[in-house]
């Protein structure tokens, strides 16, 4: 398990952009498939985007070419650039460790999108 803490959430207007962090504890992170997930108010969490130990990328279809997700192994970090983003893009983001079989969650962090 890792403890995993998300900053970089808030309020901004359509087409804006915002940058999620998270850091995560322990000394094997470089090993993790890290991932950014969403959820909608009574929506299912979904995934947005993932990055390998390797640094190979997935993204969503919904999320292609307008985020980006990157890893700071150094730093034990994991970032989610949003750009361009629409009202249908708020909902909580979520920070995601696996190293199978163990999974772990950060507490998410608000992300809306309004005018």
């Known amino acids: 398990q890792v403890d995993l803490v998300e900053s970089g959430g808030g309020l901004v207007q359509p087409g804006g952009s915002l940058r999620l962090s998270c850091v995560a504890s322990?000394?094997?992170?470089?090993?993790?498939?890290m991932g950014w997930y969403r959820q909608a108010p009574g929506a299912q969490r979904e995934l947005d985007a993932r990055?390998?130990?390797?640094?190979?990328?997935h993204y969503a279809d919904s999320v292609k070419g307008r985020f980006t997700i990157s890893r700071d192994n150094a730093k034990t970090t994991v970032s989610l650039q949003m750009n361009s983003l629409k009202p249908e893009d708020t909902a909580v983001y979520y920070c995601?460790?696996?190293?199978?079989?163990?999974?772990?969650w950060g507490q998410g962090t608000q992300v809306t999108v309004s005018s």
């Open positions: 322990g000394s094997i992170f470089s090993l993790y498939l």
């Open positions: 990055i390998t130990s390797g640094g190979g990328t």
């Open positions: 995601n460790a696996f190293l199978p079989p163990n999974a772990s």
